[in-house]
T-cell receptor, first 116, second 117 residues
Framework: NAGVMQNPRHLVRRRGQEARLRCSPM?????VYWYRQLPEEGLKFMVY????????ESGMPKERFSAEFPKEGPSILRIQQVVRGDSAAYFC??????????????FGSGTQLSVL | AQTVTQSQPEMSVQEAETVTLSCTYD???????LFWYKQPPSRQMILVIR??????QNATENRFSVNFQKAAKSFSLKISDSQLGDAAMYFC??????????????FGEGTQLTVNP
């Protein structure tokens, strides 16, 4: 049973380009969370998605950032017209249900985005 | 909104000794969960220990234990018999028990732990 898979592991983009980060949750998990970790900082919540639905996007920047989790395929975090301040590690996590029981959240290894 | 504060950016400990990492949080909720995560250089987030707020008994996992003081909103991590493999960044995290929040976590800024041989 593979864990949460994120790709690519490293992504280099020039200013103004688009970045697409992919996350395949654990098998059987239908809830996905995206976090951003800036250098020397903790992880900051961005967005919470369920299959075909955005549940909570209160941590997403208002512009240039979008996320989706289609019925088939991985969740995608898309950053348009990247700027140097977008350089960070982006983590995806998944869980099997929405209920806030004593369940474990499983993290991927992250995608390191570097904007030149 | 909930906040999590880790006041120690860096800590060091001698191998085989004990170290305590501090964490405080702010919330108006009465039911929630608290976590400590370890992040080694590989970046993988590894769950170390978990505490339910409604439980008075402090959680323990082998060499790892917590001191949970609900009234003081404090949640420290004690690592006993420190090993070189414990060296990592440690994050304290809060999760609401409200169903609408799902499994969303609020993280502290982290404490970089160095273990000296």
């Amino acid at each position: 049973n593979a864990g949460v898979m994120q790709n690519p592991r490293h992504l280099v983009r020039r200013r103004g380009q688009e970045a697409r980060l992919r996350c395949s949750p654990m098998k059987g998990h239908s809830h996905v969370y995206w976090y951003r970790q800036l250098p020397e900082e903790g992880l900051k919540f961005m967005v919470y998605l369920q299959k075909e639905n955005i549940i909570d996007e209160s941590g997403m920047p208002k512009e240039r950032f979008s996320a989706e989790f289609p019925k088939e395929g991985p969740s995608i975090l898309r950053i348009q017209q990247v700027v140097r301040g977008d350089s960070a590690a982006y983590f995806c996590a998944s869980s099997p249900t929405r209920t806030a029981t004593n369940e474990k959240l499983f993290f991927g290894s992250g995608t390191q985005l570097s904007v030149l | 909104a909930q906040t999590v504060t880790q006041s120690q950016p860096e800590m060091s400990v001698q191998e085989a000794e004990t170290v305590t990492l501090s964490c405080t949080y702010d919330t108006s909720e009465s039911d929630y969960y608290l976590f400590w995560y370890k992040q080694p250089p590989s970046r993988q987030m590894i769950l170390v220990i978990r505490q339910e707020a409604y439980k008075q008994q402090n959680a323990t996992e082998n060499r790892f234990s917590v001191n949970f003081q609900k009234a003081a909103k404090s949640f420290s991590l004690k690592i006993s018999d420190s090993q070189l493999g414990d060296a990592a960044m440690y994050f304290c995290a809060y999760r609401s028990a409200e169903e609408t929040s799902g499994s969303r976590l609020t993280f502290g800024e982290g404490t970089q732990l160095t273990v000296n041989p």
